[in-house]
């Protein structure tokens, strides 16, 4: 199959979160599994050009539109990990991608949604015909639109148009007349069917969009499919899902097993093996592993060489990810003996602040770091060093740092939503067998909930080496690689079966003979 991505992100070159993480995953599934994928982004002047193999000029021109304006861009590619990357560079007096960041503008919608554009028209210009072509989120939402409303009339065919939702809570809404500039008659699509905000009505709502013109929608975990069906998880969408219920598909997303292996992790220390963990040895060797792991770490953040059980957190600093809860998090920890780590960034101002605060008054606390930084080496560090990771989300439409951290043997306190739900089974809650249990979790993202979660498990990690030792090799023992999801995405490309029409008889036959 012909499989192209089109997105806003992709991991380790434009990475602001799982979503890049996402795209490339599924992406080396795919290709290792002999498809020919292609993955589409703008070319941010923030990528790590390091990383592009072969950059070379595809295309020096490729003419795209933004009002009664044409624009040309070049169209890149290069070389990622053995992936095919297609850079869209829109030379434009806006510099929509030199900016020096993924997301976070004034304009995101009338950057993404150019990009949208200039994606169609370098398709239809260059002739791919992908089976699937495949959008994630908001940024990318436009194009099932674009295609269905706009190429289809001038006679462009695809397969498939698939978007999936890495997360509801971002839906990227603007005015008619910002629809316009990339010439779709916006005013006509302020209607119920189409792209109209189910809370403004006189706005469109992109992901909205995607929902009604892809063929295929899929999110990222099955208890997230359910959860976004509902009005507590759907974010006034949740009426347009139901209605769309029949192409909507929850995977669960996988990680990357060569980026996210202890065993050949060049970013960590110390590498162990957690293949066959079962054997008493092979346990004692990741022990060992993540022993000499966290010694480096204590010595590379200046905290204190002890004994006391590590507790981290590496996350996104946003509402979503439960802030509050994770500072009360790191008091409580603290409070019960143990050291905390937390590495998280944050574009909003305020929680910047409040955990700038928060580093000021334990700044000499020999047992806690808080560091405000995006830092992929050093959160590969964290997760093979730490005992145990906390997440208490409000809402996790998969999550992957739970699933990075099973596989690398430490220990996932979450609260039970979204994917978190699919993936942590309580030691003593779970109605799963006890050789799938794996975690500590909580229903209520309350400081309650924290405290009895984070006690259980200091307590279990103190006083019940034997069971907290099975929660690490149930974590490691599970294969949390993309093979499994790929195979269902393949499914989900598959083309749309046409249905034979069953050919009316004809006259004569009703004529008795
Ligand atoms: P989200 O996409 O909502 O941020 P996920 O759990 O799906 O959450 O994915 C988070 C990804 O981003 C993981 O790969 C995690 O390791 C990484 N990450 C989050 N915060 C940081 C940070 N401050 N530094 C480095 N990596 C981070």
Same mark, same amino acid.
């Given at each position: 199959?012909?499989?192209?991505?089109?997105?806003?992100?992709?991991?380790?070159?434009?990475?602001?979160?799982?979503?890049?993480?996402?795209?490339?995953?599924?992406?080396?599934?795919?290709?290792?599994?002999?498809?020919?994928?292609?993955?589409?982004?703008?070319?941010?002047?923030?990528?790590?050009?390091?990383?592009?193999?072969?950059?070379?000029?595809?295309?020096?021109?490729?003419?795209?539109?933004?009002?009664?304006? @044409?624009?040309?861009?070049?169209?890149?590619?290069?070389?990622?990990?053995?992936?095919?990357?297609?850079?869209?560079?829109?030379?434009?007096?806006?510099?929509?991608?030199? @900016?020096?960041?993924?997301?976070?503008?004034?304009?995101?919608?009338?950057?993404?949604?150019?990009?949208?554009?200039?994606?169609?028209?370098?398709?239809?210009?260059?002739? #791919?015909?992908?089976?699937?072509?495949?959008?994630?989120?908001?940024?990318?939402?436009?194009?099932?639109?674009?295609?269905?409303?706009?190429?289809?009339?001038?006679?462009?065919?695809?397969?498939?148009?698939?978007?999936?939702?890495?997360?509801?809570?971002?839906?990227? @809404?603007?005015?008619?007349?910002? =629809?316009?500039?990339?010439?779709?008659?916006?005013?006509?699509?302020?209607?119920?069917?189409?792209?109209?905000?189910?809370?403004?009505?006189?706005?469109?709502? *992109?992901?909205?969009?995607?929902?009604?013109?892809?063929?295929?929608?899929?999110?990222?975990?099955?208890?997230? !499919?359910?959860?976004?069906?509902?009005?507590?998880?759907?974010?006034?969408?949740?009426?347009?899902?139901?209605?769309? &219920?029949?192409?909507?598909?929850?995977?669960?997303?996988?990680?990357?097993?060569?980026?996210?292996?202890?065993?050949?992790?060049?970013?960590?220390?110390? &590498?162990?093996?957690?293949?066959?963990?079962?054997?008493?040895? #092979?346990?004692?060797?990741?022990?060992?592993?993540?022993? !000499?792991?966290?010694?480096?770490?204590?010595?590379?953040?200046?905290?204190?060489?002890?004994?006391?059980?590590?507790?981290?957190?590496?996350?996104?600093?946003?509402?979503?990810?439960?802030?509050?809860?994770?500072?009360?998090? =790191?008091?409580?920890?603290?409070?019960?003996?143990?050291?905390?780590?937390?590495?998280?960034?944050?574009?909003?101002?305020?929680?910047?602040? !409040?955990?700038?605060?928060?580093? &000021?008054?334990?700044?000499?606390?020999?047992?806690?770091?808080?560091?405000?930084?995006?830092?992929?080496?050093?959160?590969?560090?964290?997760?093979?060093?730490?005992?145990?990771?906390?997440?208490?989300?409000?809402?996790?439409?998969?999550?992957?740092?739970?699933?990075?951290?099973?596989?690398?043997?430490?220990?996932?306190?979450?609260?039970?939503?979204?994917?978190?739900?699919?993936?942590?089974?309580?030691?003593?809650?779970?109605?799963?067998?006890?050789?799938?249990?794996?975690?500590?979790?909580?229903?209520?993202?309350?400081?309650?909930?924290?405290?009895?979660?984070?006690?259980?498990?200091?307590?279990?990690?103190?006083?019940?080496?034997?069971?907290?030792?099975?929660?690490?090799?149930?974590?490691?023992?599970?294969?949390?690689?993309?093979?499994?999801?790929? *195979?269902?995405?393949?499914?989900?490309?598959?083309?749309?079966?046409?249905?034979?029409? #069953?050919? &009316?008889?004809?006259?004569?036959?009703?004529?008795?003979?």
């Amino acid at each position: 199959m012909h499989i192209i991505h089109v997105a806003s992100e992709l991991a380790p070159i434009a990475k602001a979160g799982g979503l890049g993480d996402v795209v490339y995953g599924l992406s080396k599934e795919l290709a290792k599994q002999g498809h020919q994928v292609e993955i589409i982004i703008p070319k941010y002047d923030c990528i790590d050009f390091s990383l592009v193999k072969n950059l070379k000029v595809e295309f020096r021109e490729l003419w795209s539109y933004d009002g009664p304006y @044409r624009f040309n861009n070049t169209i890149w590619s290069g070389n990622v990990d053995g992936l095919k990357v297609i850079l869209i560079e829109p030379h434009h007096p806006d510099y929509f991608f030199s @900016r020096g960041m993924i997301y976070g503008c004034s304009d995101d919608i009338n950057r993404f949604a150019y990009f949208s554009r200039a994606v169609m028209e370098y398709l239809f210009k260059s002739g #791919k015909h992908p089976d699937a072509l495949h959008v994630h989120d908001w940024p990318t939402a436009l194009i099932p639109v674009l295609y269905r409303e706009m190429y289809m009339a001038l006679g462009y065919r695809l397969g498939k148009t698939v978007l999936t939702i890495h997360n509801m809570e971002h839906q990227g @809404r603007c005015t008619a007349a910002q =629809l316009s500039r990339i010439g779709l008659r916006g005013d006509s699509y302020v209607t119920p069917g189409t792209m109209q905000d189910p809370v403004y009505d006189t706005l469109i709502n *992109l992901m909205k969009g995607g929902i009604e013109f892809a063929d295929q929608i899929t999110t990222v975990s099955p208890n997230y !499919e359910k959860e976004i069906l509902t009005e507590a998880g759907g974010f006034k969408l949740e009426d347009v899902l139901v209605k769309h &219920k029949k192409k909507l598909k929850g995977i669960l997303n996988g990680i990357d097993e060569t980026f996210w292996n202890p065993l050949t992790d060049h970013y960590i220390a110390h &590498k162990y093996d957690t293949h066959g963990v079962d054997t008493k040895e #092979k346990l004692a060797m990741v022990l060992e592993g993540k022993k !000499e792991n966290r010694r480096f770490l204590r010595s590379h953040l200046q905290l204190q060489d002890s004994n006391r059980p590590l507790v981290a957190v590496v996350s996104r600093l946003v509402p979503q990810k439960g802030p509050e809860l994770i500072k009360h998090a =790191l008091t409580h920890s603290i409070e019960k003996g143990a050291q905390f780590i937390l590495l998280g960034s944050t574009p909003m101002v305020e929680i910047h602040l !409040e955990f700038e605060e928060l580093q &000021k008054k334990y700044k000499d606390d020999p047992n806690v770091v808080i560091l405000m930084d995006k830092d992929e080496a050093l959160a590969h560090l964290i997760y093979a060093s730490a005992d145990m990771f906390v997440i208490p989300s409000i809402f996790e439409p998969c999550g992957l740092t739970q699933l990075i951290s099973l596989r690398y043997g430490t220990v996932p306190i979450v609260r039970s939503t979204g994917g978190l739900a699919d993936t942590v089974f309580d030691i003593e809650t779970s109605s799963k067998p006890m050789k799938e249990r794996n975690g500590f979790s909580f229903d209520f993202p309350d400081a309650e909930g924290v405290d009895l979660a984070i006690d259980r498990a200091l307590h279990c990690f103190q006083h019940e080496p034997k069971q907290w030792h099975m929660l690490m090799q149930n974590g490691m023992k599970k294969d949390y690689s993309w093979k499994r999801a790929g *195979l269902e995405y393949l499914e989900i490309y598959k083309p749309i079966k046409e249905i034979p029409v #069953k050919s &009316k008889p004809s006259r004569k036959s009703l004529i008795p003979s």
